[in-house]
């Protein structure tokens, strides 16, 4: 699949600290990409280097020439809302529509298109500063999307909302995937990469720790499944049966849990109650960046 952007050694550092220390990757046409990782990881400062907000101090980032003007390609979706709180949702939406030499019609139709993809259109007259804040998350995204670009750029985009408005977000964003549209998704949220993202970059301290697809990344990274069960009675030979037993209570770690259990079956072993934990994405996190709290 063809490349739509390529970031090589990018470098940004704040004084002394490095806050992306030789990051490279690239971005597949119509994939989601996500960069997961904790706060301070250099997610947001990549993000703002990719949108022209910073000036990398070393590095190069590449743009596909068939998108044209970059400036007209992205669309960001900042963490910080970008928005006019005296202004209405339709007013945010053409003033960042004109910025991109959207007119007339055209910018007509465009504004339309996005607050019903927002689902704002029956408070569109209303000023931005009597919303919620899920309902400025959706309006962010909205004049993100206004001047219709190939690639989007979305900064930790269901920071503080309420659980129906992330859902819409959700929603939104697997329909901007379906219409062929790139995204770049920040997230310290594991479910919310396993959900939306295609591949996922780990960050932490300005570096990328792991890159896949996210089956693979848990596959080499999540460590083996988990099995809990409660025997309907003990087995007579203790011996045989593999992993942890106390009285009927069986504990077991095993990269192949349902092939086990079946094996066990056939053996004769007989469960009242089983429980299988799979690793997931979160699990890679954690291997990966470390389970000591952070306060940074």
Not at 134 to 153: E, F, I, K, T
Not at 224 to 244: H, K, N
Request: proline residues 5%; charged residues 30%.
């Amino acid at each position: 699949m063809e490349a739509v952007l390529r970031v090589e050694g990018l470098r940004k550092s704040y004084g002394s600290r490095a806050a992306v220390d030789g990051v490279s990757f690239e971005v597949r046409r119509g994939e989601t990409f996500g960069l997961l990782g904790p706060n301070g990881a250099g997610k947001s400062s990549t993000l703002h280097m990719l949108a022209g907000l910073l000036k990398p101090d070393a590095g190069q980032i590449l743009l596909s020439e068939a998108h044209g003007d970059p400036r007209k390609s992205l669309g960001l979706a900042p963490q910080s809302l970008s928005l006019y709180p005296d202004l209405t949702a339709e007013e945010n939406c053409r003033f960042f529509g004109q910025l991109y030499g959207l007119r007339g019609a055209r910018l007509k139709s465009r504004v339309e298109a996005v607050l019903e993809l927002a689902e704002l259109q029956e408070r569109r007259k209303d000023r931005v500063e009597t919303y919620s804040g899920g309902m400025q998350r959706r309006l962010n995204l909205a004049c993100a999307l206004v001047h219709d670009p190939p690639l989007l750029l979305l900064d930790e985009p269901t920071a503080g909302v309420d659980p129906q408005s992330r859902h819409h977000l959700f929603v939104s964003i697997e329909a901007l995937k379906r219409q062929g549209k790139t995204l770049i998704y920040t997230t310290h949220y594991m479910e919310e990469a396993q959900r939306l993202c295609d591949r996922v970059a780990i960050m932490d301290a300005g570096k990328i720790l792991a890159l896949d697809a996210v089956d693979r990344l848990i596959e080499a990274y999540g460590g083996r499944s988990s099995i809990e069960a409660e025997l309907a009675t003990p087995p007579e030979q203790i011996e045989d049966l593999p992993g942890d037993l106390q009285g009927t209570r069986w504990r077991l770690l095993t990269e192949r849990p349902f092939e086990d259990l079946a094996r066990l079956a056939r053996r004769g072993v007989a469960f009242d109650r089983v429980r299988v934990e799979r690793p997931d994405l979160e699990g890679v996190f954690l291997s990966l960046t470390g389970r000591k709290l952070r306060d940074e």
